[in-house]
């Protein structure tokens, strides 16, 4: 089954810049989608189809691809942006979604 | 204000079902692609299912095909999941969430726990 590989845990400074990857063979075909999710809470779209940003997301979340890679940039990190992050798109097929790993970024 | 709110989660023996529904208002439900997603107790997201607007595509992961299914009610702007052969390892929070990839509103989250 298609699988997307994310690192486990990113830490980051307040005002530094933290990026998250995201790895599957689809990535060159196929969109990437980035979801918050913040504990006990329901997740948040923060980018869709690569690169765009939600109304009410701040500038700082921005997401770009290369090759079979997608990466989740947060510029300028707060506090507020402590979470788990998930990557999520399809296989080949377009029909079967899939989550990445996941993600947790952790602001100090 | 769109709102999805899930309910029929609750405590259910192996082997046994379950159905879940999804409520929606606040938008044309009958416009939107609508997903199932769920979280096992400490554990990372994953995609469930999702159906066409018109319910005429259904699409499954491969663990829980002929045993979930997802249909909808356009009329009563509803989404379900009916589980049947449920495993322990069904054991999440069942969300449902409008889209198909951009999944841009989710419910508050119903809890299936799978146990004898």
């Known amino acids: 089954s298609y699988e997307l590989t994310q690192p486990p845990s990113v830490s980051v400074s307040p005002g530094q810049t933290a990026r998250i990857t995201c790895s599957g063979d689809a990535l060159t075909k196929k969109y990437a989608y980035w979801y918050q999710q913040k504990s006990g809470q329901a997740p948040v779209l923060v980018i869709y189809e690569d690169s765009k940003r939600p109304s009410g997301i701040p500038e700082r979340f921005s997401g770009s691809t290369s090759g079979t890679m997608a990466t989740l940039t947060i510029s300028g990190a707060q506090v507020e942006d402590e979470a788990d992050y998930y990557c999520y798109s399809t296989d080949s097929s377009g029909n079967l979604f899939v989550f990445g790993t996941g993600t947790k970024v952790t602001v100090i | 204000e769109v709102q999805l709110v899930e309910s029929g989660g609750g405590l259910v023996q192996p082997g046994g079902s379950l159905r879940l529904s999804c409520a929606a208002s606040g938008f044309s439900f009958n416009n939107y692609w609508m997903s199932w997603v769920r979280q096992a107790p400490g554990k990372g997201l994953e995609w469930v299912a999702n159906?066409?607007?018109?319910?005429?595509?259904?699409n499954y992961v491969d663990s829980v095909k002929g045993r979930l299914t997802i249909s909808r009610d356009n009329a009563k702007k509803s989404l379900y999941l009916q589980m049947n052969s449920l495993r322990a390892e069904d054991t999440a929070i069942y969300y449902c969430a409008r889209g198909r990839g951009a999944h841009d509103y989710w419910g508050q989250g119903t809890l299936v726990t799978v146990s004898s």
């Open positions: 159906i066409k607007e018109d319910g005429s595509e259904k």
